[in-house]
């Protein structure tokens, strides 16, 4: 159950360490920046998730689901391609945007996991897990739209 912390570990980590480093520096954070490359640290996470954990992914999809498993390559490598995105500064809006609905469009497969007590990542405990799951889907998709998306806080500086 320890996969929630990493995904928030790694969500916050560039804000965090740059956030530490400007009050030390007295340089301007750039929140909408760092929020971004959070992001992208955790989709690399998920993309890892894909490749390492293929056949536990598999089973989070029922099985009527055609090419399962070459589903699951495909969204895999659309994570990484969202990753990356998001480390490029003219990308990060767009992909930040593509995140919000990857999020949206991919929770049904938790929700079935979870339902049907996959072994991975914590869906093992059952419809329980949704009460972390949901909430951290919650965290990741207002994330994404109110540090990485909204307008006004893409290039917002916090003076230290």
Excluded at 8 to 19: G, M, Q, W, Y
Excluded at 95 to 102: C, Q, R
Aim: proline share 5%; charged share 10%; net charge positive.
């Amino acid at each position: 159950m320890i996969t929630p912390i990493i995904i928030l570990c790694l969500l916050s980590l560039p804000l965090f360490v740059t956030c530490v480093v400007s009050k030390f520096t007295g340089r301007k954070l750039m929140v909408g920046k760092y929020a971004c490359w959070g992001l992208g640290l955790a989709f690399i996470y998920f993309f890892i998730g894909h490749i390492v954990k293929t056949d536990g992914m598999v089973e989070m999809l029922p099985e009527w689901v055609p090419l399962r498993l070459q589903l699951i390559y495909v969204t895999g490598f659309i994570e990484l391609a969202i990753a990356g995105a998001l480390f490029i500064p003219k990308y990060q809006k767009t992909a930040a945007k593509i995140a919000i609905l990857v999020f949206i469009v991919f929770f049904p497969a938790n929700v079935y996991a979870a339902l049907n007590g996959v072994g991975l990542g914590g869906h093992q405990w059952g419809p329980e897990y949704l009460l972390i799951r949901a909430p951290l889907q919650v965290i990741l998709i207002a994330w994404a739209y109110y540090l990485c998306v909204r307008e006004h806080n893409s290039y917002k500086t916090i003076h230290t």
